[in-house]
């Protein structure tokens, strides 16, 4: 299977900056699309960035011009970095990956396990 391995989160004024990052290990042939999602209390998770294996990276409207999302394939990672961070930001920050099995060539979806972002105001 895939393993994947979040950190970065933490807790900042509002304005700052942090930089979340997502290693991904395992059965990994090939990764296609790397995604962030957050879920607040009491809302549903939402998509905040795709980052496709080949294509446009999109962003959802809440944060664009704010964060960015990156990948270094090399290293199986990809990052999130977020800029003017909002008290409305605080959230549990989820990565996931959708990748082909080393051995079936099946799409994987795999998720990490959650970093947690406060931002105070």
């Known amino acids: 299977q895939v393993q994947l391995v979040e950190s970065g989160g933490g807790l900042v004024q509002a304005g700052g900056s942090l930089t979340l990052s997502c290693a991904a290990s395992?059965?990994?042939?090939?990764?296609?699309?790397m995604n962030w999602y957050r879920q607040a209390p009491g809302k549903q998770r939402e998509l905040v960035a795709s980052?496709?294996?080949?294509?446009?990276?999109t962003y959802a409207d809440s944060v664009k011009g704010r964060f960015t999302i990156s990948r270094d394939n090399a290293n199986n990672t990809m990052y999130l970095q977020m800029n003017s961070l909002k008290p409305e930001d605080t959230a549990v920050y989820y990565c996931?990956?959708?990748?082909?099995?080393?051995?079936?060539?099946?799409?994987?979806?795999?998720w990490g396990q959650g970093t947690q972002v406060t931002v105070s105001s």
């Open positions: 395992g059965s990994i042939f090939r990764l296609n699309a």
């Open positions: 996931n990956v959708v990748s082909v099995h080393t051995t079936t060539r099946r799409p994987l979806s795999s």
């Open positions: 980052l496709p294996s080949a294509g446009t990276t």
